[in-house]
């Protein structure tokens, strides 16, 4: 997500202006969020 922040990662331009227009604390919430997602 950072990475599309930055410009580092650029295939998606839909990706990365939506993590242009959040915080990185945004950013942070959302990766413990996916981190905590579990596949059944
Ligand atoms: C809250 C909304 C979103 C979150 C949390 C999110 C999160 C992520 C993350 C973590 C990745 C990296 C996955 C990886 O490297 O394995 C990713 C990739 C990607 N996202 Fe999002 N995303 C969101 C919304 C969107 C939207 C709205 C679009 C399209 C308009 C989008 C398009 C993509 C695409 C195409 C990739 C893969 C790019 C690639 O294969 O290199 N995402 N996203």
Redesign the pocket.
């Known amino acids: ?1 950072t990475d ?1 922040r930055t410009g580092a ?1 650029a ?2 331009p ?2 990365t202006d ?1 993590m242009k227009a959040i915080s990185e604390s945004d950013i942070a919430a ?1 990766a413990t969020y ?1 981190a905590g997602l579990q596949l059944q």
Do not use: A, Y
Request: proline letters at 0%; zero cysteines.
């Open positions: 997500m599309f990662r295939n998606n839909g990706m939506l959302l996916i």
